[in-house]
Structure formats: structure tokens, C-alpha cells
């Protein structure tokens, strides 16, 4: 490979000053004229038929220009896996939240004014809100149709007559017997609650309709083609009229982007004949249901006496509350590597997809994975003790290694895991004895897959000036996925980083993307943005060889010239191309497919069921107030394997980001909920770590352990960065009190009485 | 909804006499805009007492500390005057919300808001403060522990606004604590515990003594049965583990998502003891 001159350097954010001059565009800044204001009614019950709906009270009001229930809609249903979910309820609610009716008003006082005077009878229903009641075979059904929706996803399999969505298999080699022949057989149970995804920016919406039909959209979402898709299948306009701009979004982490209440500020526009905007208060985003699927793992270890894991058993039950969303997606991928980044010849796993009356739960950074790993790596440091054995050791004795045949069958490449461990463990003098009278330390090591299969288009436009516009969809909500994408067409192109533009993310100009999740945009995009830039270097170097009548194989493209190899001073500028022969236009194209291999549903085989996995290990050290219970996280050593970093500075900003969100999901983080009903849907009763939790000290390590398809070895970092952190506080405050907590959060409260318990 | 900025007390007053309980005061608005947002309350009038700039001082003569009730609780924190002469209120006004909070609330403003979990009012009860009460016809004085009536309730009547809080000057060998247990720093306080340890001239026996609880209870709770426990004793184990048992006895605190009642009992405990150790600190 030749030198690399802007990939791997520590460049600032391309969008670093408008964010900080404040000058950055958000959804709620655009200002439309005449355009109204939409508010949402909730159902007030978890599970209740609808009577009848009177919405006259609130149309009389002075100031309201349209009133929708799911009379005024098409008949559909939306989902990532299944399509379980109306944009206004139907026949019944099934969650206090459930949008029941909209408003579009002059202003949002009226507009939630009229929203109270809609009436509505509810004939209530039986309640499930225990993901195992719901389960059972005699529990009332939450979907009667659930198997004949439509279903998007093929690996997702309900089981019928039932309030389960998804039952993901996976089985290697024969558990049962591996398990009598375990010199220890360990089992426990953990948990991880619902959260918030705790995203700055609300959800926002702005609908338009022009005299054509046509749509569009400004939203703040992370999945644009789906919500193109969405829409036409639930306001029935084509999917050629809709256009969605998505500007910069403040956050996301899996949950941003509400399908319904975007397909009703559609609906209300329409009736209105005026634009319409909705911003989510932040009680309307707990209630939107794009918050963390809560998680309870079962595991059953088998192991020998010398530390080797023997069978792997797991069981993981995700209550996705009234619809499914993601949570049928991350029963699937999260099962996957359901039995940890470990080398066990035995696996066997059942991961559930499960309805309940609960607010819904959907994706959040890790997918499934971070709530399993808590499991998983909670339970090494149990086995580790049980043995008498190091806690370095026992993995090291385990881990995946490069070449490795993983629990679907995947010969594993790139993989850095060990490098973690070896310089984690380091950095944070592992070893060393912690801080008297009440300190301690823990690690964790895990790993992520990134989704797959999945496309990624990019364009790159060769401007007249030489300088090169890069067109692409993956959302920039905070990563640094324009910079990164950048520096790639600055690196291909070799001109420096201000040489590039990131057009704006709108579907009329800039080409399909799956999605923005799964951190799959390094190398998904970044592989789009190589192919790209290679298409637009071809063509220059053509038309430059007409020029400089030579053969473009043997022409060089730098700095915004192109030249004969080895006669530089004989260059032409870009320009040159443009003005030669009329060529006013030159755009290179990109497609990049990842395929994955088929998975086989009875065994959950595959040889490549996903993109990449990323491998990291963190330790956490800690101090605990015995008389409290209270814990001051000292510091965190974060070790993670990225492939190539495309800017470091950036990775550690991914690095630092999630240990600070990852510590805060694990010391306090939970949404309460009473009888379906949340009781701290805002950021007062919400607890999330703030500035003052953050450790004393952070230190991020990169390790590269180069992908041989990824764009310059790159894999990713963004839900990496969570797996591990709440099992590696755990093992810390066990190391520090001798207290094993099973249930998320770690609350001071639950050290306390464990600690009386001692 | 209207909204009307007077520049003085007297015309505030007039207006709150007009308006009766139609009417709410409203300055930097912390505490008040949730409630407004929440639609907890729902006044005709909004009367901003911001502008009123003389009751925005801190001052100090032989006898007492005086606080007008607008002055900001960062400014508070960070007086000179109050940091070297009562450096516990420093301190406990350290704990208030975060930076951007304290630069908003005014002292005035948390202790009219009558929220239980305030973290001011343990320590000036503990103290021994006094408020100042006015109306159209002039003012009144009421010790800070009797301004407190229930649930963000005061003795204030519809046509009265606190205007300043007076702080007694403490007898010597005199130390205050005020300690604080929230699940995160700059939050309202879960449990909140303030002590007063005076102490005798050859620094052995508890003269005088202050325990008052915030947060467990529909108001600030002062437990005399705890200050008896320190009252005219050495303050050693024994009389340290009765004064906590007495504050845990005396709190009511209620579950909700900070924690369980009976672990919020047993960190009364926790925190009564450790308040009253620092104040002895601070005295000895």
C-alpha cells in the first residue's frame, strides 16, 4: 500500500465550527411559512380496545386545521422485521403512549389543547407486562394476526399463537453432554433494564407537500431508505414523491427516527393543506418507544478444571413491550455471538423476541449485545473464582484468535482480541493491588458484529476548481462520519481535507444507504467512497490522457493534477478536463454490496453471518463507600480494535463517549415503569451520568488489527465501545466489597444490602 | 397568562394583593418553569420580582450575616464574606444543582419554593436564620424553622414575598455541617442532613446543638430528640449512634426511584452521622 497522507491523522471534525459557532442545521431550525404545529394523543391504557373516537370537541377549536385518527389512514402497518405497528392505533391500544389520535394546529398550545378534547372510549384488556408471562402458552395474545404480517427480515421466526416474535436457535456441537462432562457446571441469571437512548436533539419532523403531490420530508432519523419505505406504505404516496432531507441530527444511538409520528405529520399536511412540523418533548421520546429493549440472560456454563470452556448453554429473553421494531432484528444479531468472543466447542442458544403491554423497546449502540456481554463476562469472573483462577488468564485461555471457527462457524479474521487484553491490562496496571480500604478492579472483553448483508452507494463529483464534493447518506449525528468519509476521498484524491465537501443527506441527491446503525459506515461507506473515488480517478486519468496524450495507466491524479508518472512538471490542472472537448460534468459512482452467507435457522450456522466483529477489553477501577454503597469510578482503561483508525482522535472521542454513556447505562440508567406506565420520563427523575461521575481518568488505546476487506483495514468503533463496560464496573466492585450484583443498574442501594448480607 | 416585572417590593406586593392567589412570584425560575411546564400550576399572573434590584446583597455588621432573597445562589457560593465567615453555607450552596442552576436560582426562590429537598434550609434552620416576610403594610419576622408549613407549602401569605435572610452570628467553638446524599452530584438532594455542634470552653462537652433533615419529610425536620442525644454529652460513639437513630426514627422518606424508604432510613443515619462528626471537626 503506498504512504497514507490524510487517512490515520488526527484531523478536526469538518463540521467542528459550525457546531460550535452554533450555526449548525437541526430539524426543529426549519422554518417553513405557514407551517403548523403537530401534537400526538397517547393512549392513557397499556392495553385497551378502542370504542369510538369523537374528535368534534377538538376540530371546533379556533386555531386547529386538521384531526386524524386511523379512519383518516390507509389500513398499514410499519416495522423493521415484522409489520406489527400502525401510525394511529386501530382497533386497540396496546401501551400507555400508543398513538391514538394527532392535531395540527397554528401553534403548539392549541394544537395540545385540542389534543385533550378528543375523546375517546377504551374498553380495557387483559395486561401482560412479565416478558416470561408473556411467554406462556395460555397468555393472552397482544397481536391475534402476528403471523400473518408481513415480515422484512427472513431470519425472524414467531412462534404462532403466541406473544413471542422472534425465536433465534443456535446449536454447535452437543451441550448436554459437554455439560456432564464439565469438571463445574455454573449457572446464573442477569439483567439489564430499559433504557433511554438520552440523545440531545428531540425527534423532530417538517412535512411538506407541494402542488405536484410530492413530499418532503425533514427529519431526524438513522434510517432514511426506511423511512422513504415507511411512509409510501403508510400514507400510500409513491415512494418517486417522497423526499427525505435529513440535516444534521444531535444523536441518535439506535433510536432516533419515529416512523409513525413521521408518517402522521405527513397525513396531518395533507388535511391541512399547510406544512406541518413535530418536535418530541422529551417525555414524548420515553413514550415514542425507541428505548432500550430490556434484557434477561440465562447462562449455563460447563468448564474444566483448567479454565477451558467446555459448553456454553444461554437463553435470552427481550421484551420489546406492544411492537416488535428492532427487538426482532436484535433477538437475531445479538444471538450470533450470543456465547461471547470465546472459543467454546459446545454452544447452545435461544434468544426470544417477546410482546408485552410495556412502552416499546427497540435498538440502542450494541444492539442486544452490550446486555448479553454484562452476562457473559460477569459470569467469567464467577468461573474464574470458582477455579481459583486469574481473571487475565481464564480469558486468555478462551478468547478467539485470528483463524478460529467462531459459534456459527465463521473462520474469524482480524481478530485483535488478545492485543486488548495484553495492553488493557497494562495500561491500567491490572495486576497491581487497588486503592485501600475499599477499591478494586475489573475487566471485561467482548465482541460486535456489524450487520450484514447491507449496501452502501457513494458519488464523488470532480469540481472544476479541483476540489471534489462527496454525495453519500450515512447521517452525521455526532460520530464523525462526514470527517472520516472525507478523509478517505482526501486520501484517494491526495489533496488535503479542506479540498472536500459532504453534500447535504437528502434522497434526491444522494444515493442509497441502508442505514446509519451497527457501525457499519467506516467500512460499508468507506468502501462505497474507495469504489467511488477509483470510478472518478478513471475517469480523469481518460480524459487527462487525451490531453496529455498518454496512456491512463500511466498518469498520476494528486493534488487537483494529473501527470505523466514521473513527469510531474509536465502536470494539467482538473480544470483543464473540464474546458478540453466541453466535459462539464465528472462523477464517480460506488457501490459496495456486503454479502453475508445464508443462515441456517434450525443451527444458526453460517460462515458469514455478519460485516466484521470488533473485539475490545476495558478495566474499571473503583472505590466504594461501604457505609453507602456509593461508587467513584477511579478510572478506565479502554482497549479497542478498530481495524485502522481512520482518525484517531475520533475514535478516541467514540472511545471516551462510551465509557462515559457506558458508565452511566451501568451505575444508574433505568426507565421505571409501574403497570406499563413510566414514571421518569424525564431528565430530572431519568438518572444519567453526568460531567461530575465521569472517571477520574480515561485512557483510550487503539489496536489495529487490519480487515482485509475493510478500506484501509478499517472495521469500526461506535457500539463496540459499550459491550464491555458494565460487566468490567461489576467485576470491579466485586474485586473491591465481595458484591455480585445480577441486575442492572449497579444502584448504591443494591451494594448497600448486599453488602449487609456479606 | 400575564406576566409583570416590578421594580420594586412595594409595587410586587400591590400587585400580589390585586391578584390574590391568581398570582405567583416568579425569579431566576429554576424550581417554577418545571412546574409551569408541567402544568402543576397554571396562574393568571406571572409577577417576576427579578428586577427588584435592592433585595440583591449580602451583607454582614457585628451581629448577623443579612442575605438578600435575590441574590443568586452562585453568587452566594462564592462571597468572600460568606466564605470566610460561615464557610459551611459556602459549601452547601456548592451542592445546588449545577453551575448553570446556581446562576439562575436565587436563595429567595428555593426556600419560597418550599421543596423539602432544598439544600439551604437544613443548614440555616441548623443555624438558627430568620426571614424576613413583606407585604403592603410592612414586614414580619419568622424563624426559617416555623416558614415552613407542608409539601412547597410556607407561611407566606398571597400578598407577602420574602425579602431577606437573617443569619445570627455564631457563639465561638461553634462548627455546621451539612451533608448530602444523591444518587449523582447535582442533584436534588435524596437525603440531605445538617448539624450544629457548639462545644464547651474546654472543648469536651456539646453545649448547644442543631439537627435538621431535608428531603425525608414534607418539610426541613428538625429532631430535637437527636439534639438531645448531643445536648450537654461528649460527643462520642454512643451519643453519635443515638442521635442517628433518632434523625432515622424522625424521617418519613418515601420510595421512588432514588431509592427504597428503608434505605433512604438507613442513609439518614448515615449522613446525621456524618454531619455532626464534621461539625465536631469544625468546632474542636
Known amino acids: 500500500m503506498t504512504e497514507l497522507k490524510v487517512v490515520g491523522e488526527k484531523l478536526p471534525r469538518v463540521d467542528a465550527r459550525e457546531k460550535v459557532m452554533g450555526k449548525a442545521v437541526y430539524v426543529d431550525d426549519v422554518q417553513l411559512p405557514g407551517v403548523l404545529r403537530g401534537k400526538i394523543l397517547h393512549s392513557p391504557y397499556p392495553h385497551a380496545g378502542i370504542a369510538w373516537i369523537d374528535t368534534s370537541p377538538a376540530e371546533r377549536l379556533p386555531g386547529v386545521r386538521a384531526v386524524i385518527t386511523a379512519k383518516d389512514v390507509p389500513d398499514a402497518r410499519h416495522g423493521a422485521c415484522y409489520l406489527d405497528q400502525p401510525m394511529l392505533a386501530r382497533e386497540k391500544v396496546r401501551y400507555v403512549g400508543d398513538y391514538v389520535a394527532a392535531v395540527a394546529a397554528d401553534d403548539e398550545e392549541t394544537a395540545l389543547e385540542a389534543c385533550n378534547l378528543i375523546e375517546v372510549e377504551y374498553e380495557e384488556l387483559p395486561t401482560l407486562f412479565d416478558p416470561v408471562e408473556a411467554m406462556a402458552s395460555e397468555a393472552p395474545l397482544i397481536h391475534e394476526h402476528l403471523a400473518e404480517y408481513g415480515l422484512l427480515q427472513p431470519l425472524a421466526r414467531c412462534v404462532e399463537n403466541s406473544n413471542i416474535h422472534n425465536h433465534f436457535q443456535l446449536r454447535k456441537g452437543d451441550v448436554e453432554k459437554a455439560l456432564g462432562e464439565a469438571d463445574i457446571v455454573v449457572e446464573n441469571r442477569f439483567s439489564a433494564p430499559m433504557i433511554q437512548n438520552g440523545y440531545l436533539e428531540p425527534f423532530g419532523v417538517v412535512a411538506d407537500i407541494d402542488g405536484q403531490g410530492n413530499l418532503t420530508c425533514w427529519v431526524s432519523t438513522q434510517g432514511i431508505r426506511w423511512m422513504q419505505r415507511s411512509l409510501q406504505d403508510l400514507t400510500g404516496i409513491d415512494r418517486n414523491k417522497i423526499r427525505i432531507i435529513v440535516p444534521y441530527v444531535g444523536g441518535g444511538f439506535g433510536g432516533k427516527g419515529d416512523i409513525s409520528a413521521a408518517a402522521i405529520c405527513t397525513v396531518l399536511a395533507m388535511k391541512a393543506g399547510r406544512p406541518v412540523k413535530i418536535v418530541f418533548t422529551r417525555e414524548e421520546i420515553f413514550l415514542s418507544g425507541n428505548n432500550r429493549v430490556p434484557v434477561i440472560t440465562h447462562l449455563k456454563d460447563g468448564v474444566k478444571k483448567d479454565g477451558s470452556l467446555l459448553a456454553r448453554e444461554v437463553k435470552v429473553i427481550m421484551d420489546s413491550g406492544a411492537y416488535s421494531g428492532m427487538t426482532s432484528m436484535i433477538v437475531t444479531n445479538a444471538g450470533f455471538g450470543g456465547s461471547g468472543p470465546y472459543d467454546i466447542p459446545n454452544v447452545k442458544i435461544d434468544s426470544y423476541g417477546v410482546y408485552t403491554n410495556n412502552v416499546p423497546g427497540s435498538a440502542f449502540r450494541g444492539f442486544g449485545t452490550p446486555e448479553i456481554e454484562w452476562a457473559i463476562e460477569s459470569q467469567m469472573d464467577i468461573i474464574a473464582e470458582k477455579l481459583g483462577m486469574d481473571r487475565i488468564a481464564i480469558r486468555l485461555k478462551n478468547i478467539y484468535r485470528n483463524g478460529a471457527i467462531s459459534a456459527t462457524g465463521e473462520k474469524l479474521q482480524s481478530v485483535g482480541l488478545e492485543e486488548t487484553i495484553m495492553k488493557a491490562t497494562q495500561a491500567a496496571e491490572f495486576n497491581q493491588p487497588p486503592l485501600p480500604p475499599a477499591g478494586g478492579k475489573g475487566m471485561a472483553s467482548a465482541h460486535k458484529y456489524s450487520m450484514a448483508p447491507g449496501a452502501a452507494c457513494a458519488y464523488v463529483e470532480v469540481k472544476i476548481d479541483g476540489s471534489l464534493e462527496l454525495r453519500q447518506a450515512v447521517v452525521e449525528l455526532g460520530q464523525g462520519s462526514n470527517t472520516v468519509l472525507a478523509q478517505m476521498v482526501a486520501e484517494e484524491f491526495k489533496v488535503p481535507l479542506e479540498k472536500i465537501t459532504v453534500a447535504l443527506n437528502d434522497t434526491a441527491t444522494t444515493p442509497f444507504d441502508l442505514m446509519t446503525g451497527s457501525s457499519r459506515a467506516t467500512y460499508n461507506m468507506g468502501n462505497a467512497v474507495r469504489l467511488a473515488c477509483e470510478d472518478a480517478r478513471r475517469q480523469v486519468r481518460e480524459r487527462g490522457a487525451e490531453i496529455l496524450e498518454a496512456d491512463p495507466d500511466d498518469l498520476i491524479v494528486e493534488n487537483g493534477m494529473v501527470y505523466v508518472k514521473g513527469v510531474p512538471e509536465k502536470s494539467i490542472p482538473f480544470r483543464k478536463l473540464f474546458v478540453h472537448g466541453g466535459y462539464p460534468l465528472l462523477i464517480g459512482s460506488g457501490i459496495f454490496n456486503q454479502k453475508s452467507k445464508t443462515v441456517d435457522l434450525e443451527t444458526g450456522q453460517s460462515e458469514r453471518p455478519c460485516a466484521f466483529w470488533m473485539y475490545s477489553t476495558q478495566c474499571a477501577e473503583v472505590e466504594v463507600d461501604e457505609e453507602t454503597g456509593q461508587v467513584r469510578v477511579v478510572g478506565f482503561t479502554a482497549a479497542h480494535d478498530v481495524g485502522k483508525a481512520i482518525n484517531p482522535d475520533l475514535v478516541v472521542g467514540q472511545i471516551v463517549g462510551g465509557v462515559v454513556q457506558g458508565q452511566g447505562i451501568a451505575l444508574m440508567e433505568k426507565v421505571e415503569m409501574e403497570n406499563g406506565r413510566i414514571l421518569n420520563s424525564n431528565f430530572l427523575d431519568y438518572k444519567m451520568g453526568t460531567v461530575h461521575e465521569t472517571p477520574g481518568h480515561i485512557i483510550p488505546i487503539i489496536v489495529e488489527e487490519a480487515h482485509q476487506e475493510g478500506p484501509y483495514g478499517a472495521k469500526g468503533i461506535g457500539e463496540g465501545v459499550l459491550a464491555p463496560t458494565a460487566a468490567a464496573l461489576s467485576n470491579a466492585i466485586y474485586d473491591a466489597v465481595g458484591v455480585r450484583i445480577h441486575d442492572l443498574p449497579l444502584t448504591p442501594e443494591k451494594i448497600y444490602f448486599a453488602l449487609k448480607k456479606r | ?284
Not at chain 2, 400580589?16 to 397554571?42: C, D, T, Y
Not at chain 2, 451583607?59 to 443568586?72: F, M, P, Q, T, V
Not at chain 2, 407549602?153 to 446524599?181: C, F, H, M, N
Open chain 2, 1 to 284: 397568562m400575564e406576566y409583570a416585572r416590578p421594580a420594586t417590593v412595594e409595587e410586587a406586593c400591590s400587585l400580589l394583593a390585586l391578584h390574590g392567589e391568581g398570582a405567583r412570584v416568579i425569579a431566576g425560575g429554576v424550581a417554577l418553569s418545571i412546574l409551569l411546564k408541567q402544568r402543576l400550576v397554571e396562574p393568571d399572573i406571572l409577577v417576576d420580582i427579578e428586577g427588584i434590584h435592592s433585595l440583591r446583597y449580602i451583607s454582614d455588621d457585628a451581629n448577623e450575616l443579612r442575605i438578600g432573597a435575590l441574590c443568586k445562589h452562585r453568587e452566594f457560593e462564592k462571597n468572600p464574606l460568606v466564605r470566610d465567615k460561615f464557610p459551611w453555607l459556602s459549601r452547601a450552596a456548592e451542592r445546588i444543582g449545577c453551575v448553570q442552576v446556581r446562576n439562575a436560582g436565587t436563595v429567595g426562590g428555593s426556600l419560597c419554593h418550599a421543596d423539602p429537598a432544598s439544600d439551604l434550609a437544613p443548614p440555616l434552620i441548623a443555624a438558627g436564620a430568620e426571614a424576613t416576610l413583606r407585604n403592603s403594610q410592612g414586614e414580619r419576622k419568622v424563624l426559617l424553622e416555623n416558614f415552613f408549613i407542608d409539601y412547597y407549602q410556607t407561611s407566606l401569605s398571597e400578598d407577602e414575598i420574602l425579602t431577606e435572610i437573617r443569619l445570627p452570628r455564631l457563639s465561638a467553638r461553634t462548627g455546621v455541617s451539612y451533608e448530602k446524599y444523591a444518587m449523582r452530584e447535582g442533584d436534588m438532594a435524596t437525603i440531605g442532613a445538617a448539624a450544629l455542634v457548639t462545644l464547651d470552653d474546654d472543648k469536651q462537652r456539646c453545649i448547644e446543638a442543631g439537627i435538621v433533615l431535608g428531603a425525608v419529610g414534607p418539610t426541613p425536620i428538625r429532631v430535637k430528640e437527636a439534639e438531645e442525644a448531643l445536648r450537654g454529652r461528649a460527643v462520642n460513639e454512643s451519643s453519635l449512634r443515638k442521635a442517628a437513630a433518632a434523625a432515622m426514627e424522625a424521617s418519613s422518606p418515601l420510595s421512588d426511584s432514588s431509592g427504597s424508604e428503608q434505605y433512604k432510613r438507613e442513609m439518614v443515619g448515615v449522613m446525621t452521622r456524618r454531619a455532626v462528626s464534621r461539625a465536631l471537626q469544625a468546632a474542636s
